[in-house]
C-alpha cells in the first residue's frame, strides 16, 4: 500500500488494517471522524507526519496473522455474520457489565467526583441508542443486504426494500455511529483518558478500564460499517440498477 499525507485515514485503514493499531495509539480518528486527510488529522493532534508514517510503514511489515479475513473481498453476508457474532455480541456483554460497575462506582463515588454523574448519564443514554441501533441494524438493514447481495450474483432484480434505497438507512446508521462516537470522546475527556483518580478503587478502575476498551472495540466496529459494508452495499445497489 502506497500511504500518502492526501489520503483518509480511513483510506488508510480500509486499504491496510494493520493502520489501525497506530491510529488507535496515536488517538487518530479512523472512523467516524476519518474523513480527514493523514495531513490535517496529524496537524490537529500536533503530531509529525514522518514519524506517523514511519510508525506506519512499520505496522505495515508485520505479517497478519493466517485467519485474518480480507473484508474488501469477503462476502457481505459473511461480514454482516462477524460484525454480529463478535462486535454486536461484545457490545451487549460490556454493556451489562459496565452498567453494573457503572452503577456501583458512581453511588460510591459520586459525591467526590462530580464528573462521575455526567459520565453515568452519557453511558446510559448510550447503552440505550446502541441498542436499538444494532436491533435495527440486525432485523432489517443487514438482512437487506444479505439479499441484495444474493440477488446481484444471481443477476436477478434488487429485492423490493420497504426503505426505497438503502442509501437511506445507511445514512441514519452513519448519523447514529456519529452520535455514539461523540458520546464516548465526552467521556473520554471527562474521565481524563480514563485514568481513574489517586487511590480509587478496584472497581473504579476496571470501570475506566472497560470504558476504554469499549472504546476501542467501537473504533473498529464502526469502521467495518461505515468504511467497508456500507460504501460496498451502495456500490452493490448501484451495480444491480445498471443490471436492470
Known amino acids: ?49 514522518n514519524e506517523v508514517l514511519q510508525k506506519l510503514e512499520e505496522a505495515a511489515t508485520v505479517n497478519n496473522p493466517p485467519d485474518c479475513t480480507n473484508w474488501q473481498t469477503a462476502s457481505l453476508s459473511e461480514l454482516t455474520q462477524y460484525i454480529v457474532s463478535n462486535h454486536h455480541k461484545y457490545v451487549r456483554q460490556e454493556l451489562v457489565r459496565l452498567e453494573g460497575l457503572c452503577e456501583k462506582v458512581g453511588n460510591k463515588h459520586g459525591h467526590a ?18 441498542s436499538m441501533h444494532m436491533t435495527k441494524e440486525e432485523q432489517v438493514l443487514f438482512p437487506y443486504i444479505a439479499r441484495l447481495e444474493r440477488a446481484v450474483q444471481a443477476q436477478q432484480p434488487a429485492p423490493q426494500a420497504p426503505f426505497g434505497t438503502v442509501a437511506n438507512p445507511i445514512r441514519v446508521m452513519v448519523e447514529e455511529h456519529d452520535d455514539a462516537g461523540s458520546l ?16 480509587a478503587c478496584i472497581s473504579y478502575h476496571a470501570f475506566y478500564g472497560g470504558l476504554k476498551d469499549f472504546e476501542r472495540d467501537l473504533h473498529q466496529h464502526v469502521h467495518l460499517e461505515n468504511n467497508i459494508l456500507f460504501r460496498r452495499a451502495l ?8 443490471n436492470q
Open 1 to 49: 500500500m502506497s500511504i500518502t499525507l492526501d489520503k483518509t485515514a480511513r483510506e488508510i485503514a480500509t486499504e491496510d488494517p494493520s493502520a489501525i493499531s497506530v491510529f488507535e495509539t496515536l488517538g487518530i480518528d479512523y472512523c467516524c471522524g476519518g474523513r480527514k486527510s493523514l495531513e490535517q488529522a496529524c496537524a490537529d493532534l500536533h503530531l509529525g507526519v
Open 113 to 130: 467526583q462530580p464528573e462521575l454523574k455526567r459520565i453515568v448519564a452519557l453511558f446510559l443514554t448510550m447503552r440505550d441508542e446502541l
Open 184 to 199: 464516548m470522546t465526552t467521556i473520554r475527556k471527562l474521565s481524563n483518558d480514563y485514568n481513574a483518580p489517586a487511590g
Open 235 to 242: 456500490a452493490l445497489e448501484e451495480q444491480s440498477s445498471a
